[in-house]
Structures are given as structure tokens and as C-alpha cells.
């Protein structure tokens, strides 16, 4: 099984700091992403990457950025962390290749940001 | 773009019974795949069962089944027989054929099984 993991279940930070999320993958996937869930808002990405040092913005990056220095990991960086960053954040990994039907999103637990 | 719509915030079943939860999407692409993912309060985010946009036939696990309507580009989940560990968010999801993997995903469906 493909395994996920994301380093932090629960975080809580303060405004401004620096605030960094880790997610590992263990399958050798291409694909890694960053989503943010919110009630009543669903599931919006941060940020994807397609391979090594590869990253595009997805549909709400501002105030985010992250890394992807090797294929199994992913990081969300949050520069100066805001309490309208306060959201659960999901990291999903999927194979890539001819993708689509056959490389469906695997997700990790999630970490539950509070940022005071 | 393309967005998905899950109209209803909030449902509940008798277990045993049979529910169906829509979703309806936007696109102008004919390629596309469309996906259920469940979210229990583990909060690990499962795959349900997912659907080929050019194919017809209805994609169907065990109690979980779709209404794929193309033209009406909606999307709609039938849990049949519900089971107590049914009980969790649904979103509904879309992802393009062309270009990026990325889902998009509707504002999801909070199941309650009442016993």
C-alpha cells in the first residue's frame, strides 16, 4: 500500500513565524500536492510538483511556498504564518505516467494548523 | 475552468438503506475523470471509486455505485445498504485528461448513518 505521511498531526504557531510542513511519500510517486481543507470550502491546492525541483501554483498559493529537493518529499513552506492559515493541510502523492484513471491521489492524515 | 458543485452540505440514512449523494460539474472538455473520496473522522482521505469520462457504463464497488450522466455533467454517488462505517465527508472530484493531475474537488457531503 501506498503510504503517506505527514510529519505533524496537530501544529500550533504563532503569527510570523516560519512554519514548515512535511510530507513523505514511500512509492516512488512523480506527482506530490499540497491541499487546504476548510468547512464549506472543500479541498483547494497550494501548490503540485511533477518531479524533482519542479513546483507550480495551484488555485490559492498566495503566502505559501515549497520544496521539492528529493522524488519522495514535499514541503510546505508558510513564510510568515497569518491566522487566516489556520486550515487543515493534505499532502497527496499519485504515480503520474499515463495518469488519469490509473494514478489516483493517495493522501496523508493531514496536519491541523493553529496559528495564534 | 472547471469547478464541481456538491449541493448538499449535510445527509442522513438509516443504516441498511440507500442513499445518493449529487454532484454536478462544469467543464468544456470531453476527457476527464471523475472521482469519490471519503474523509471519516481518521481523516485519512479514501478513494470510493472512480469513473472514465468516455465510457458509459456506470462504475460500480460493492455498495458504492455512480450515475454518470455525461450530458448533464453530473456525477452522482448511490451507497446501497449503509453500513455505520459509511459515516464521513464525500467529496466528489475532477481531473482533467490534458496537462496537470491535479483534482479539483467539490465542498463535500457530511454523511450521518443514523442505527
Known amino acids: 500500500d501506498v503510504k503517506v505521511t505527514q510529519s505533524s498531526r496537530y501544529l500550533v504557531k504563532r503569527t510570523g513565524e516560519k512554519v514548515f510542513l512535511e510530507c513523505v511519500q514511500d512509492?516512488?510517486?512523480?506527482?506530490m500536492f499540497w491541499y487546504r481543507q476548510d468547512p464549506g470550502l472543500g479541498l483547494r491546492l497550494i501548490y503540485f510538483?511533477?518531479?524533482?525541483?519542479?513546483?507550480e501554483k495551484g488555485d490559492i498559493p498566495e503566502g505559501y511556498s515549497v520544496s521539492r529537493e528529493k522524488k519522495e518529499r514535499f514541503s510546505l513552506i508558510l513564510e510568515s504564518a497569518s491566522t487566516n492559515q489556520t486550515s487543515m493541510y493534505l499532502c497527496?502523492?499519485?504515480?503520474?505516467?499515463?495518469?488519469?484513471?490509473?494514478?489516483?491521489?493517495?493522501f496523508g492524515n493531514g496536519t491541523r494548523l493553529t496559528v495564534t | 475552468a472547471q469547478t464541481v458543485t456538491q449541493s448538499q452540505p449535510e445527509m442522513s440514512v438509516q443504516e441498511a438503506e440507500t442513499v445518493t449523494l449529487s454532484c454536478t460539474y462544469d467543464?468544456?472538455?470531453?476527457?476527464?475523470?471523475l472521482f469519490w473520496y471519503k474523509q471519516p473522522p481518521s481523516r485519512q482521505m479514501i478513494l470510493v471509486i472512480r469513473q472514465e469520462a468516455y465510457k458509459q457504463q456506470n462504475a460500480t464497488e460493492n455498495r458504492f455505485s455512480v450515475n454518470f450522466q455525461k450530458a448533464a455533467k453530473s456525477f452522482s454517488l448511490k451507497i446501497s445498504d449503509s453500513q455505520l462505517g459509511d459515516a464521513a465527508m464525500y467529496f466528489c472530484a475532477y481531473r482533467s485528461n490534458f496537462g496537470n493531475e491535479k483534482l479539483t474537488f467539490g465542498t463535500g457531503t457530511r454523511l450521518t448513518i443514523i442505527p
Open positions: 467543464t468544456s472538455e470531453s476527457d476527464y475523470y
Open positions: 510538483s511533477y518531479d524533482v525541483k519542479m513546483k
Open positions: 497527496a502523492s499519485s504515480s503520474g505516467g499515463t495518469g488519469g484513471y490509473n494514478s489516483p491521489l493517495h
Open positions: 512509492m516512488d510517486h512523480e506527482n
